[in-house]
């Protein structure tokens, strides 16, 4: 790193989860000194001892751990699967060690509901583009005569780009639609 700060301005990181389905996530590191090797740990804990299920039960704890080195200016991708709970995590942390220092990257998950009459749809997108498919995030339906109250289809999209799309098939699992 060429200053104290890793990814100098990268924060506000955030995607989707669904409980009990696997969330796919990517960490990119990168080397951008001359000559130094960076090496270390990306820590992830899954902790949620500060709550409890409905039934009011203490459920588990997970960590992941992924030691690694970047060359001189090169970056590196990391995938982790990460199982949610039944109840949602509201944040993940990740925690990168490197050459001594400590960062702390925090990924703000948003829910996606699942009550039966009116759940949240997700649509993955593949693509370069950042803003691309935005055109089908939430709409509205009215009944042509009136009749019926106005419902709202709740769809979030979200872009992926290609090289970040998942390995493992079951990441995909709580998406309800992909566009590649």
Not at 14 to 37: C, H, I, M, P, Y
Not at 104 to 128: F, G, I, M, W, Y
Request: hydrophobic residues 30%; negative net charge; contains cysteine.
């Amino acid at each position: 790193l060429k200053n104290d700060q890793a990814r100098p301005g990268s924060g506000q990181w955030s995607g989707f989860a669904r409980n009990g389905k696997w969330l796919n996530l990517v960490v990119e590191l990168q080397n951008t000194t001359e000559k130094d090797l960076i090496s270390g740990t990306m820590k992830i804990r899954l902790d949620p001892s500060q709550e409890s299920t409905e039934t009011g039960e203490k459920p588990y704890t997970t960590r992941y751990k992924q030691d690694y080195q970047v060359p001189p200016e090169t970056s590196k991708r990391f995938t982790f699967s990460l199982l949610c709970p039944e109840f949602m995590f509201t944040q993940v942390d990740v925690e990168i060690i490197a050459n001594g220092g400590r960062y702390t990257r925090s990924v703000t998950l948003n829910p996606l509901n699942d009550n039966p009459k009116n759940p949240d749809q997700l649509v993955v997108a593949v693509s370069e583009e950042s803003g691309a498919f935005k055109f089908l995030t939430t709409q509205q339906k009215r009944d042509p005569e009136g009749l019926e109250e106005m419902t709202v289809q709740k769809r979030q999209v979200a872009v992926v780009r290609p090289q970040d799309l998942p390995d493992r098939w079951h990441d995909l699992i709580m998406a309800d639609l992909v566009i590649i």
